[in-house]
Structures are given as structure tokens and as C-alpha cells.
């Protein structure tokens, strides 16, 4: 299990990079000895900012989504110039257009982004651009050249963690989770200010990826095109300066070294067509613009789809999707794809019986379609026609046993029937997946809730536990196995796993309470 700190940690890698001796566990981000972290520690430095972006609810997790990212990045990472490089890529709910890197090859995409895009080749632009600079060492880089501002950053950190705690440190408390995500943004920043021969770096090393990967090398100019016209429309107040445009300068010259690398590696079919969007992503400071109107299908099939979904997913509410799509739709009739995000909006707005009847009509159309397809059984099965949904869920495993969307989708609604002999099914229908899935929160919190109505609240509890342990919370992980292995249920064998977990657990609270980190829940109680 690898070790996740809480937020308030990015105040004690600040500190260590002052040179404070109580620090030596930690990593020695920018120190004046100039030693570079380890592969080890970089990923745990990613790590951490996953878990707390998580646990502060900005992570959009789907797993149809999640796979569709997952293979566009693994196509990418395995085509860049270090196809053994571990990347992690992550979405987020945010509708501002962004995307970035950081250590541990972590690289999150923004909503936004895929929503303002035409077509797959645009979003493996930005990424293959994000790849390059983690391949290329950039933001490791940035880290040595960070020293001379840790101060500020160490003031910024120790004035959000102030807010956190004299707001109750709640994390559903606006103005904290504000203050948290800004000094995160400012260490971020000053660790992954890249220089112009760092972009050019990778606008080089990005083109290339997306040449292997098969993908249209035109993009990265046309991307870099955008980027010069907003910073021009900004003097006449038509957009805001994206963040990006501040530490990524855009010239004439950069775009025409683009195009002509483009044309020295052959050029794909199609084309890179981007337009106006909204980007200040406080997080980090990358802030990509591109967006467009046409519908192509891209290189993994599911962008147009990926793209309806993330629509419906990152609305504030799933009427207001709804809403969306309804306008949509007075300015023209919707595509098979628009179709799909707005039956998936109503099934999320508890209106299953609509929903079946336009995914019913979609599959007429696009049969044997994953994505409708799924999204068709959850309709059918929270509409009450639960036999149809059974048969349609047992095909899909039948034709693909171990796939993560199809189990969780199904384990959840045979949750939501909140029967033992459903959480049993539901056990059962996750469980060739739990070998491969220790590090995936989702996974323990759907099985956790699977075997609590299964009538085995021990598994469900360990479940529950290892779900709290991935969001960054170690020790609340700690107390809810502590609490568990009391109960008169267990088991000798449970209770073996339970102690092995506890005494895997410990040493990280032990750590993070020597440094002073407590957790704010439990200290409120």
C-alpha cells in the first residue's frame, strides 16, 4: 500500500525544503544540497495530491469515463520517448478548460477541455504535451528552481491551513477547500514554471508522440494558433488570460516550428480546429485552450460519447443537464451522441423510464455499443424492469468478464434493490476484480456496500476502511479498523488481516502526528 498523505502535508514538504531537521522522512523538494527526489518519493508526492483532490470532492470518477482516459494516456505514454515512465491520469469535474503535470507522472484533464473539444486529437494534444514534460524531467526540474520562492510558498501554505482549522477544516466548506487548493496552486506553480526551451522541449517531443500514436500532428499548432488569438481578444476584453498563457508563452515563431515539425513527420487526416473558453484552474497552473464545433470520431472510438457523459457528470445538477441538452436541442437536432448524453442526464434525474426509451432507440442504431448498452440496463433495471436488466448485465459479462465498468455499474444497482441475495450477486460479480483492485477507492466503497447488505459487515467494514485509507485519510482508516477488530463477529482469519492492516497503518499516523498533522474530523470530536 503506498503511503498517501493528507493536505495539510504540502505544508510540511514546504518545510522541508527549508532545511528544517524534523523533515528527514519527507522528501527534500528544492534543499540547497540540490538533490532531486526519487522516482519513489516523486510518486508519492502524486499520490498525495490525488488523495486530497479526492477527498475534496474534485476528482469525477466514472469508470466508462476513467477507461476511456486510461487508454487514451496509455496509448500516448506508450508511444512517448519513455514508454516505461508509470503515469496515473486522473479527470476532473471542473468545466474550465485546463490540464497539467505533476511529479510521479500524475496528469489530470479538466472537463472542460474534452468538453470544448472536436475531437479526440485534440485532447491527446494536451496530453502528449503533458507527457513530454514529465518524460523530459521538467517538472522535477522546476522543484531545484522553486528554492528561492519557498518562502512565499510556505507563508501561502501555513495561511491556508489557518483558515482550514478556524472553519472546522469541513470539507464541504467553500472558502477553506478555496484556500487549500490556492496554496496548492502556488507550490505547484513555482515547482512547474517551465521555460520557453522547456516548451519547445515538449511541443518537439508532444508532436512526435502524436504522430506514433497516429493522431493529427496539426493539432499542437492549431492548439498554439488559439492560444495567441485569445491573448490578442484579451486586450479588447473579449476572454480572461488563461493562467497557461502567463509561464507557456505562445509566439508566431513557436507555432510555425510547430507546423513545420508537423510537416516533417507527415501529417494525419483531419485537422485541429479550436475556439474560444474560459480557463483559471487555481489548482495548477496549466490552462489549455481549444474547442470547436464539428463531430469526428477520434482514435479509441469514444470520445463523442466520453464527451456527452463528462457533459451530464460535471453539471452542477443533473436537471440542469438536462436543461442543457433541451437547449441543444431548440438550436438544431441532437446527434446520436448529444442523444445519449441527454437519456443519461434523465437517468440521473430519476426519470429511468425516458431514459430506457432513448437508449432503447440509440442501441436500434448503434448496436452491441458498450456505452448504451450500459447505460440501457441501468435504465431498464431502476425502472423496474429488472429481469431485462439482469439478462442484459449477464450478456455483458458473459462478453467481457473483468471489466471494471460493467461490474461496478451492475454491483451498484444490484446495491441500490438492498437485498442480502443482491449484495451477494453483487459480491460475487466484483469479486474477480478484487485482486487488481486494492488501490482503486471505488472499487472498495461499491464492494464495501455490497457485502454491508450481503449481511457480512466485517468484509464491508475493511472494505469502508481501505476506501478512507485511499482518500487520504490514514487515520481515520486507522480508528475504523481499530473499532472493527472489536466486534464479536471476528473471525481469527479476519482478524489477522485486520491487525496486519492496523500495523501497516500505524507508522503513517505515528509520522503525521510526530509532525504535528492531525486529522480535523477526528479532532472535532
Not at 502528449?128 to 524531467?137: D, F, G, L
Not at 477507492?441 to 476506501?467: D, K, L, M, N, V
Amino acid at each position: 500500500m503506498r503511503r498517501i498523505l493528507p493536505i495539510t502535508a504540502a505544508l510540511t514538504f514546504a518545510l522541508a525544503s527549508l532545511g528544517a531537521p524534523a523533515q528527514d522522512a519527507l522528501p527534500d523538494i528544492g534543499s540547497s544540497a540540490g538533490q532531486l527526489l526519487t522516482p519513489h518519493q516523486q510518486e508519492q508526492y502524486g499520490a498525495m495530491m490525488l488523495a486530497q483532490l479526492r477527498h475534496y470532492d474534485y476528482l469525477l470518477e466514472d469508470p466508462l469515463v476513467d477507461g476511456w482516459l486510461d487508454t487514451l494516456g496509455a496509448r500516448l505514454a506508450a508511444n512517448s520517448d519513455m514508454p516505461r515512465q508509470p503515469f496515473t491520469f486522473f479527470m476532473m469535474g471542473d468545466r474550465r478548460i485546463n490540464a497539467f503535470a505533476t511529479l510521479g507522472g500524475y496528469i489530470g484533464v479538466n472537463a472542460g477541455l474534452v468538453l470544448a473539444a472536436e475531437r479526440e486529437d485534440e485532447v491527446a494534444a494536451v496530453m502528449s504535451h503533458e507527457i513530454a514534460h514529465v518524460t523530459q524531467e521538467h517538472v522535477l526540474r522546476g522543484v531545484e528552481r522553486a528554492q528561492r520562492d519557498q518562502v512565499p510558498i510556505l507563508l501561502a501554505m501555513l495561511g491556508a491551513v489557518v483558515l482550514a482549522q478556524s472553519s472546522g477544516g469541513n470539507s464541504s466548506d467553500d472558502a477553506a477547500q478555496a484556500a487549500i487548493v490556492s496554496a496548492m496552486g502556488l507550490a505547484q506553480q513555482r515547482q512547474i514554471n517551465y521555460t520557453r526551451s522547456n516548451e519547445h522541449e515538449a511541443d518537439r517531443l508532444g508532436i512526435q508522440t502524436l504522430s506514433r500514436s497516429h493522431y493529427d500532428t496539426d493539432a499542437m499548432a492549431d492548439f498554439f494558433g488559439t492560444m495567441l488569438t485569445r491573448s490578442r481578444a484579451n486586450a479588447a476584453g473579449a476572454y480572461d488570460t488563461p493562467d497557461y498563457l502567463m509561464t507557456h508563452p505562445v509566439t508566431t515563431t513557436r507555432i510555425s516550428e510547430a507546423k513545420a515539425r508537423a510537416e516533417q513527420l507527415g501529417r494525419s487526416p483531419g485537422g485541429f480546429s479550436v475556439g474560444p473558453g474560459s480557463t483559471d484552474n487555481p489548482l495548477l497552473p496549466e490552462g489549455l485552450v481549444i474547442g470547436g464545433d464539428a463531430l469526428q470520431s477520434g482514435g479509441t472510438g469514444q470520445f463523442e460519447l466520453a464527451r456527452e457523459r463528462l457533459r451530464v457528470l460535471s453539471a452542477e445538477t443533473p436537471p440542469a443537464a438536462v436543461r442543457e441538452y433541451e437547449r441543444m436541442a431548440a438550436g438544431g437536432k441532437l446527434t446520436e451522441a448529444q442523444r445519449y448524453g441527454l437519456a443519461i442526464a434523465r437517468l440521473r434525474a430519476n426519470e429511468p423510464k425516458a431514459a430506457a426509451k432513448g437508449l432503447a432507440e440509440l442501441l436500434d442504431d448503434r448496436p452491441g455499443d458498450l456505452w448504451i448498452e450500459l447505460g440501457l440496463a441501468e435504465a431498464q433495471s431502476r425502472s423496474g424492469n429488472r429481469e431485462a436488466a439482469d439478462a442484459r448485465f449477464a450478456r455483458l459479462l458473459q462478453r467481457a468478464p473483468r471489466n471494471r465498468a460493467i461490474a461496478l455499474t451492475y454491483a451498484r444497482v444490484l446495491s441500490e434493490r438492498n437485498t442480502v441475495e443482491a449484495g451477494k450477486r453483487a459480491q460475487a460479480v466484483l469479486r474477480p476484480l478484487l485482486a487488481r483492485s486494492s488501490q482503486d477507492p471505488e472499487f472498495q466503497r461499491t464492494y464495501a456496500r455490497a457485502s454491508e447488505i450481503a449481511g457480512e459487515p466485517i468484509r464491508a467494514g475493511e472494505a469502508y476502511a481501505e476506501a478512507t485509507l485511499l482518500s487520504g485519510r490514514a487515520e481515520q482508516a486507522l480508528v475504523q479498523l481499530n473499532i472493527l477488530k472489536k466486534r464479536p463477529e471476528v473471525d481469527y482469519y479476519a482478524r489477522q488481516r485486520i491487525e496486519a492492516r492496523i500495523a501497516q497503518i500505524t507508522p503513517m499516523v505515528l509520522e503525521l502526528h510526530r509532525q504535528g498533522i492531525h486529522d480535523e474530523v477526528l479532532d472535532r470530536r
